[in-house]
């Protein structure tokens, strides 16, 4: 065989050799923002103010997970072997994920109780509805192969979500044009986080909560209507309902200040407001047609819980509803699965919860929450019937168990 005949076949089988390299690369990274989907859904996304996510991402899988986003950023930069390795930290993610959900049936802390997701998703349909095809086609654009590919298996709404995400991002202008969001940037040492694609997503799948829990009560979100987010933080969830219902009069409320300053001045057209760390809120008597707290009785000693929901009623209107998230048995169950608190502890939660109905711990210490040093003001857990029989002048409408993220139960109370 000739000189020039060796080279040839080198030269095919380096071309060979780098397409399967690129191919693997594309794999690795489908199956890596996927496992960082499910860690989100499972696990990552834990309420603002709950589970420390510190702690949880110092254990395996999330190290892992945090692996997994920080190298599939990188993209093509990334070499192979960090690829290589990627791509198997994130299957062993998956599999440690999975491997949770399926415990002996006999686990005292386990539930066979299995939360459903939200029937529909309205705030991203409604936002992702105003690009049209040419939008679609612009995020797109600004997409890598390896996004665009991981992209093709995500499950609905999660992908309209991610690519809405996108759009802020790489500041695509038909997105920011036509949705009324926009790409916030904050300081280095701000309150807020950076809007990057899956904090918008995160954002658009609790607002899409909300939406379909006051729909599904047979509620609504309409014109000229005033809604509340109760401990709003930077407006995270509330930039992406009053995009979605811009023609709604969206207030927001939360004890810190610093987040409050910044969302005022970042969100126009949405009023926000400093609130105290106690009743009452400042807002006058049946003047909200619906309010929402994701992260209010979640962290509320009794007391505290029955006294914040007696000034909810007083400022939502007859008839008005209110959406709210808590801690309860299915929580239990799914910090249990992801190692979030010992079974020492849940099993401690969950004797309280069948003896009396509720459980606090001032988890914080001494340097608070976000601004919040408040002796009521820590981890609550609470079950249904606490609820019920708690809740004067309420309605209990309706109830999904471990709707929320990090199994949070969601409830809908209608203003009698």
């Not at 707290?293 to 914040?308: G, K």
């Amino acid at each position: 065989m000739t000189a020039g005949a060796n080279g040839t076949e080198a030269s095919h089988a380096a071309a060979a050799a780098d397409a399967d390299a690129e191919r693997e690369h594309v794999e690795q990274l489908a199956r890596a923002h996927a496992a960082l989907a499910a860690a989100q859904d499972r696990s990552y996304w834990l309420d603002r103010w709950g589970i420390d996510l510190n702690e949880l991402m110092r254990k395996p899988a999330g190290a892992r997970v945090r692996v997994a986003m920080r190298v599939a950023r990188r993209g093509k930069r990334a070499a192979i072997e960090v690829k290589r390795h990627l791509a198997r930290e994130a299957r062993e993610a998956q599999e440690e994920i999975a491997g949770a959900a399926d415990l002996p049936a006999d686990d005292p802390l386990e539930r066979t109780v299995r939360p459903a997701a939200p029937a529909t998703a309205p705030v991203t349909d409604a936002l992702f509805d105003r690009l049209g095809d040419d939008g679609a086609a612009a995020i797109d654009a600004a997409l890598s192969d390896a996004e665009r590919t991981a992209l093709l298996d995500a499950p609905e709404p999660q992908r309209r979500r991610l690519l809405l995400g996108y759009g802020v991002e790489r500041r695509v202008a038909a997105v920011l044009d036509r949705t009324g969001l926009s790409a916030l940037e904050p300081p280095p040492d701000g309150p807020a986080e950076p809007p990057d694609a899956p904090a918008v997503a995160a954002s658009a799948s609790r607002a899409d909560l909300v939406a379909d829990a006051l729909e599904g009560s047979g509620g609504e979100i309409a014109a000229g209507m005033r809604g509340l987010d109760i401990g709003c933080g930077t407006g995270e969830v509330l930039r992406l309902l009053a995009a979605a219902h811009a023609e709604t009069a969206w207030q927001g409320c939360d004890p810190n200040a610093e987040a409050v300053e910044w969302a005022a001045a970042s969100l126009p057209g949405i009023d926000f407001a400093v609130s105290g760390l106690r009743p009452p809120l400042p807002y006058a008597d049946e003047t909200l047609d619906f309010a929402y707290a994701l992260s209010l009785w979640t962290h509320c000693a009794a007391a505290a819980a029955v006294d914040w929901l007696a000034d909810v009623r007083r400022a939502v209107r007859p008839g008005g509803r209110l959406v709210l998230a808590a801690h309860g048995y299915q929580t239990i169950a799914h910090d249990h699965a992801h190692g979030v608190r010992t079974a020492e502890q849940l099993g401690e939660i969950r004797d309280a919860l069948y003896a009396s109905g509720h459980w606090f711990k001032g988890e914080f210490g001494r340097q608070g929450d976000d601004g919040i040093d408040e002796a009521s003001w820590g981890t609550a857990f609470l079950a249904p019937e606490w609820l019920l029989s708690h809740a004067p002048g309420w309605r209990v409408d309706r109830f999904w168990p471990g709707r929320a993220e990090g199994g949070r139960d969601v409830y809908v109370l209608e203003r009698r």
